[in-house]
């Protein structure tokens, strides 16, 4: 008679506990803080505004959220959504809101693009391998999106079919909770005209905000959990910043909308540490830096957009938050040019403040 030691197959070890345990943990925490975040960014949702404007989004369906697979807009363990679009006619389709939210102002801000990429001899040198980032003001959701739309337009006309694999939007994730026209923001619209690399914003209207999350231990995973994600988004933008192929980013600094304040001037929500640290490893990677102010009116107002010299250096992260002066400052000036000339626009005449920040 054998022995136990004498015989040829064992069978599978026993289970280790602290492994059953851990893995329970991991369970949790992904569906713990999913659930979570889909709460709290969808509850934000419904309350999204317009500063200057009636918002043109909406909430996304409870459905789409339950729905299986996760759509990607929402899906929380992707930080970097590479460009969805199959056929051009995709990228059209997106693009022809333009057209319709802008009317017949939609000529004059194609040309606004046109003439800055003709003048900085723009695709020629993102061609060379030269990488971009535009940095811009974020008056309303949708602003940073007509950035990228409007680019594509001007790339059009210079004889490129589609630069989707070339440029990469960088938004908050709130974004993949609304929809405009029925079209999801992330997953239908911006997709089909670049790439997205989604950040969860420290603070301002596209917070993760803590305190609406209860339970004092989930708080900690969600504090965890963003914070690794974080860490992605910024490996994922060096990663482009640092390719031998040109790359454009476009971002709104801050992350998060800008707001009026208590006399109804805009306010501009001053640039997160983080991105201050991007802007400077960018330019020391090599990467150039274009302050934009984009004020985007709507079919029946005209919109403003300005083009800030091109920064390639930066003495530190701190100075960074010059290039939110500067944007500033532009829109100043662009306003005060316009409301002599649409004196009846009432926006034109509301000032424009890079928000307080130690000096």
Do not use: C, W
Not at 20 to 34: I, L, S, W
Not at 48 to 67: D, L, M, T
Not at 215 to 238: G, I, P, S, W, Y
Not at 280 to 291: E, H, I, L, T
Request: negative net charge; aromatic residues 8%.
């Amino acid at each position: 008679m054998t022995s136990d030691e004498d015989r040829p197959l064992q069978g599978p070890p026993r289970p280790d506990s602290s492994l059953f345990h851990a893995a329970a943990d991991q369970f949790h925490e992904m569906f713990g803080v999913h659930r979570q975040l889909d709460r709290v960014l969808y509850e934000s949702a419904k309350r999204v505004g317009g500063v200057e404007f009636e918002s043109i989004f909406n909430p996304i369906s409870r459905a789409a959220i339950a729905a299986t697979p996760r759509k990607d807009a929402i899906n929380h363990d992707q930080a970097f959504l590479r460009s969805t679009p199959m056929s051009s006619a995709e990228t059209e389709t997106s693009l022809a809101l333009l057209e319709i939210l802008h009317g017949d102002h939609a000529e004059a801000n194609i040309q606004a693009f046109v003439d800055f990429t003709e003048r900085e001899k723009f695709f020629d040198r993102l061609v060379d391998g030269q990488s971009f980032i535009f940095v811009g003001s974020h008056l309303e959701f949708q602003d940073v999106g007509f950035n990228l739309g409007y680019l594509t337009r001007a790339a059009q006309r210079r004889g490129f079919d589609r630069i989707d694999t070339r440029t990469t939007l960088m938004i908050g994730r709130l974004l993949g909770y609304l929809e405009v026209m029925g079209l999801n923001v992330i997953d239908d619209v911006l997709r089909n005209a670049g790439n997205v690399l989604k950040t969860f914003p420290v603070s301002g209207g596209e917070a993760v905000n803590e305190g609406d999350i209860t339970d004092e231990d989930l708080n900690r995973r969600v504090k965890n959990f963003r914070r690794r994600q974080n860490a992605q988004t910024r490996a994922e933008f060096m990663n482009l910043m640092t390719s031998d192929h040109g790359h454009i980013v476009i971002e709104a600094g801050s992350g998060s909308r800008d707001a009026k304040d208590q006399h109804g001037f805009v306010v501009m929500e001053p640039f997160g540490q983080g991105t201050r640290e991007d802007l400077y490893d960018a330019v020391r990677a090599g990467a150039s830096v274009y302050p934009v102010f984009g004020d985007y009116g709507d079919r029946n107002e005209p919109s403003l957009i300005e083009f800030g010299h091109e920064i390639r250096h930066l003495r530190s992260a701190h100075h960074a938050h010059g290039i939110g002066e500067i944007i500033a400052g532009m829109g100043n000036r662009a306003r005060g040019i316009a409301s002599e000339k649409y004196p009846d626009v009432r926006r034109f005449k509301t000032p424009i403040r890079y928000g307080h920040y130690e000096g």
